[in-house]
């Protein structure tokens, strides 16, 4: 057998990635025309290329590194507990101490009596298992018809093909012929694209009864739950308007609607709360979580069951789902010490008291740019959206471009931001201080000249 030649330069991981790996979300014609950028190494909130270059991660890895790169505590807790216990199921009545543990830690931190987990290993797989909970419980309620789940346009809950029918992407629909049946999706809350001339107190509250006619329109005997994500993540960083959760909660109390929080965004600190739920005071059956449970160190998902439908289920006899890696104990230990440190070190308050509040200042200088047409935050999540026209919201044709060359401007200059259409999303480590911050908003302002000069020259 010839061995395999050690591939240590840049050129040649690109060649043997592009010749194997087929990445996700990407058009890979295009991305084997320039390669593949070759993330080495990180730490703190700097990632490092194999060709030496240093970038500021504003991105967080895809919004989960929360507590920052390079904390050997995880490491740690991963190697010892490999030591003790590599793996084990949690089939066939058993379980692992690291399991139990978290069980417990999780039950304590999350609101509004969940008291129950269900583990697997992404967001995605979390919101197919509360897929197959809310069918399970409607059934054993005696309501078989009570199949669709309504969630929003510009949703995202994953990319299996029942998550992916959860969430609201038209290109993902598009790609796999779905949704699948039993899915529907209303309009978004999303005021500074669609709101118009409308308040967002009063948009808030048109956007929410459009579940309240959805309902009325499939037939409430025939509507199980309403999913959607705090503030929506991947469509944009959309923060509702505050009427907005009060509504959708009176009128899934009204038509008996299980209601689903997907934090796998917005958990574990990322809005300057422990979980998005308690900003907007949502009282959910479910809550989906996922990356910021272990900063992305490891996989790792967990589904919180609120004690109504957890009571039922645990009374109903078998329930026939669950993953080979369901609660592993390596993934749950260093969830545990990922939980330890932002409690020990009150990452959490931090961000809600000091570092958020001085990114949303410094946010908010960036009004002015000739580019931006408004900037918008919570904790360390937000936007910033690129306009054509300030004053009347008009955004670039075609639709998308300019977020683009944007985001490669960044790439350039040692930032990592992501664009979503002509939209900028930033959620960074919470590990962030003020340093980082300047350094960022230095960074991002550089960005939005670079691509206002491409837009000039283009006109």
């Given at each position: 057998m010839t061995a395999l030649p050690l591939r240590n330069t840049t050129a040649d991981w690109q060649a043997a990635d592009s010749a194997h790996h087929l990445?996700?979300?990407?058009?890979?014609?295009?991305?084997?025309?320039?390669?593949?950028?070759?993330?080495t190494r990180a730490e703190g909130s700097y990632l490092i290329d194999s060709e030496g270059r240093k970038l500021l991660d504003a991105f967080a890895g895809l919004w989960c590194v929360n507590i920052g790169y390079g904390r050997k505590e995880l490491a740690k807790a991963a190697y010892e507990q490999m030591?003790?216990?590599?793996?084990?199921?949690?089939?066939?009545?058993?379980?692992?101490?690291?399991?139990?543990?978290?069980?417990?830690?999780?039950?304590?931190?999350?609101?509004?009596?969940?008291s129950h987990v269900f583990y697997g290993v992404s967001g995605s797989d979390a919101n197919d298992t509360i897929a197959r909970m809310v069918r399970q419980?409607?059934?054993?309620?005696?309501?078989?018809?009570?199949?669709?789940?309504?969630?929003?346009v510009n949703g995202y809950h994953g990319s299996t093909m029942v998550s992916a029918s959860l969430g609201g992407m038209s290109y993902m629909h598009a790609h796999a012929d779905l949704p699948l049946p039993g899915f529907s999706h209303i309009m978004q809350p999303y005021?500074?694209?669609?709101?118009?001339?409308?308040?967002?107190?009063?948009?808030?509250?048109?956007?929410?009864?459009a579940l309240e006619e959805r309902i009325e329109e499939l037939g409430p005997e025939h509507c199980a739950a309403f999913i959607g994500e705090p503030i929506q993540g991947a469509g944009g960083v959309i923060v509702p308007p505050d009427s907005y959760w009060p509504e959708i909660?009176?009128?899934?109390?009204?038509?008996?609607?299980?209601?689903?929080?997907?934090?796998?965004?917005?958990?574990?600190?990322?809005?300057?709360?422990w979980f998005?739920?308690?900003?907007?005071?949502?009282?959910?059956?479910?809550?989906?979580?996922?990356?910021?449970?272990?900063?992305?160190?490891?996989?790792?998902?967990?589904?919180?069951?609120?004690?109504?439908?957890?009571?039922?289920?645990?009374?109903?006899?078998?329930?026939?789902?669950?993953?080979t890696y369901s609660g592993h104990p390596?993934?749950?230990?260093?969830?545990?010490?990922?939980?330890?440190?932002?409690?020990?070190?009150?990452?959490?308050?931090?961000?809600?008291?000091?570092?958020?509040?001085?990114?949303?200042?410094?946010l908010a200088e960036l009004d002015d740019h000739p580019l931006v047409g408004e900037t918008r935050l919570r904790g360390f999540m937000g936007?910033?959206?690129?306009?054509?026209?300030?004053?009347?919201?008009?955004?670039?044709?075609?639709?998308?471009?300019?977020?683009?060359?944007?985001?490669?401007?960044?790439?350039?200059?040692?930032?990592?931001?992501?664009?979503?259409?002509?939209?900028?999303?930033?959620?960074?480590?919470l590990s962030w201080m003020n340093a980082e911050i300047d350094h960022f908003m230095a960074l991002t302002r550089q960005a939005l000249d670079l691509t206002l000069a491409d837009v000039r020259r283009r006109s």
């Open positions: 990445h996700p979300f990407t058009d890979h014609a295009e991305l084997h025309r320039a390669g593949p950028r070759i993330i030591l003790e216990l590599p793996y084990y199921n949690t089939f066939f009545k058993t379980s692992t101490p690291p399991a139990v543990d978290l069980s417990r830690v999780l039950s304590e931190l999350a609101p509004n009596r969940m419980y409607w059934n054993l309620m005696g309501k078989p018809a009570k199949k669709t789940i309504i969630s929003r005021w500074y694209g669609l709101g118009g001339d409308m308040t967002p107190e009063a948009f808030g509250l048109k956007a929410a009864r909660q009176r009128i899934c109390k009204k038509y008996d609607l299980l209601l689903i929080a997907d934090e796998v965004i917005c958990g574990f600190g990322r809005t300057g709360h998005a739920s308690e900003m907007f005071a949502i009282k959910a059956d479910f809550m989906t979580l996922a990356k910021g449970i272990t900063s992305g160190y490891v996989p790792l998902s967990a589904v919180m069951i609120g004690d109504r439908v957890a009571e039922v289920l645990i009374d109903s006899g078998d329930f026939s789902h669950g993953y390596v993934a749950c230990a260093v969830a545990l010490e990922n939980i330890r440190i932002l409690r020990e070190e009150k990452i959490v308050e931090r961000v809600h008291d000091e570092t958020g509040p001085y990114l949303a200042k410094r936007a910033i959206e690129l306009v054509k026209d300030k004053k009347t919201r008009k955004t670039f044709e075609p639709l998308g471009d300019v977020g683009t060359l944007c985001r490669d401007h960044c790439f350039e200059i040692g930032l990592v931001m992501r664009a979503t259409r002509d939209t900028m999303l930033i959620s960074p480590p």
